[in-house]
């Protein structure tokens, strides 16, 4: 019998969470197949049969979280597809078969007499229903709390998570047979006062009776949010705003899309101005691509851009490497590429780390300003906003509506200075205002 662990994925990534078995238990496998898809902090990845055989059986649910090196499967791998180490003759398969068949049969019509006395008896209590099926368990621990007739939503987990396991629902079902017992030897006295306990209770609980749905986090969502609340705790973040007038490089991108397009196959757009521009601006103010080890200042010779991407699962940041060296057409095209991955779930562990700088750019949404968290361990990055139309006064003290845009950088003041930021800023601001040298040199 040979066990399945969890492999090592990354130096940076120590647990998951089990997101689909892709084979069930008697299944045929072949070295190197896939079995499950696991959830981590960063990509899913799939975790591959490190043995031929037939899986025998399966330690962990859906749901579940796992550490690397945790035991998640065993492989028989003299077994049969379909087979198990209990079946010894095709006779006793046959002698079997009915009593399992009849025995699931009454398990079953047990099961629907049960369910359908639970469903009766929430149907008299709406709030109940509701609660149930908010509660976040494990389908073990629903099937459970069906077998013993158990309100999930009465039962206390104790995973940090919140998540219910069979072994609470068990848990319950012996406080509650230990209270009938008790209750049955003690006076009606004495009853009194739990009585009105549990009323209590109840018009606690039902305080806040009004539709919710209750949805876990995501293994990627808590550790968005854990790093998030980090980046803020663990450094001296600060924020600076400049405004920008694009008159420039829309007229550019005006004048150079069609041949743009023709001669490279993929349209031009902001993004690459800004990375060219941010990455002038590291060159000439490189604590900005630095980040702190301890008592040191780490200064990168590189210049991998991060580039803050929106999905459904949250938001995650795939770099564009060596951003200096690309022209525009190949920062466009490094962009479209990992944007269309990460829509996909295609991206990898090596498309998501390291990075030197962030550009986010939260105006494709519509926001007109906004204070970018940074993305730890880095200590600056750029926000760009939504363009709008605003009245300008011109050299010549004449108003006119020009494309505007607020931009933002956030920054660590651990290493950076107020003057240095402002500076960046508005060295970016130039860049942008005067493309025409960057397109040049793209």
Not at 62 to 91: F, P, R, Y
Not at 165 to 174: G, I, L, S, T, Y
Request: net charge negative; charged share 35%; proline share 3%.
């Amino acid at each position: 019998m040979k066990e399945i662990k969890v492999p090592e994925l990354a130096e940076s990534i120590t647990e998951g969470t089990i997101s689909e078995w892709l084979v069930k238990k008697g299944d045929q496998v072949e070295k190197g197949d896939p079995i499950l898809e696991l959830e981590t902090d960063k990509v899913n990845v799939e975790v591959n049969a490190d043995a031929s055989g037939v899986i025998a059986e399966l330690l962990r649910e859906a749901g579940d979280d796992v550490e690397v090196g945790d035991v998640i499967a065993k492989v028989d791998e003299n077994g049969e597809a379909g087979g198990s180490d209990e079946d010894t003759s095709s006779d006793d398969e046959e002698e079997s078969e009915p009593k399992e068949k009849e025995e699931k049969s009454n398990k079953e019509e047990e099961s629907q007499k049960e369910e359908e006395q639970q469903q009766s008896s929430e149907e008299k209590k709406e709030s109940s229903s509701k609660d149930s099926k908010d509660v976040i368990a494990t389908p073990a621990a629903r099937k459970r709390a069906r077998e013993l007739g158990i309100d999930l939503s009465e039962i206390s987990a104790r995973d940090p998570l919140g998540r219910i396991r069979p072994e609470d629902v068990d848990a319950a079902a012996k406080g509650e047979s230990k209270q009938q017992s008790k209750g049955s030897s003690k006076s009606s006295s004495e009853d009194q006062p739990k009585k009105q306990e549990k009323k209590k209770e109840e018009t606690k609980k039902t305080e806040f009776d009004k539709p919710v749905e209750r949805v876990k986090m995501s293994r990627r969502r808590q550790t968005i949010a854990k790093r998030l609340v980090e980046a803020q705790q663990e450094s001296a973040m600060l924020t600076t705003f400049n405004e920008v007038d694009m008159t420039n490089v829309m007229k550019l991108r005006s004048e150079r899309k069609e041949s743009f397009l023709k001669k490279h196959d993929i349209k031009l757009g902001f993004m690459s101005f800004f990375t060219k521009a941010a990455v002038g601006a590291l060159k000439e103010f490189p604590l900005l691509n630095a980040e702190i080890q301890g008592n040191e200042i780490i200064k990168k010779q590189f210049y991998d851009i991060g580039m803050a991407v929106s999905t459904d699962e949250g938001l995650v940041v795939p770099v564009v490497r060596d951003a200096d060296r690309l022209d525009f057409a190949g920062i466009e095209k490094g962009i479209a590429d990992l944007a269309t991955k990460a829509r996909n779930k295609e991206l990898g562990l090596d498309d998501l780390q390291g990075g030197s700088f962030t550009i986010t750019n939260g105006g494709i949404f519509g926001s007109m300003l906004s204070t970018p968290i940074l993305n730890a361990p880095q200590v600056g990055i750029l926000g760009l906003h939504n363009i709008e139309k605003r009245a300008k006064v011109m050299p010549d003290d004449s108003i006119e509506a020009r494309p505007m845009m607020y931009i933002a950088l956030s920054y660590d003041h651990r290493i950076v200075d107020g003057k240095d930021a402002v500076q960046f800023l508005r060295r970016i601001k130039e860049m942008i205002e005067d493309p025409f040298d960057l397109l040049l040199e793209g």
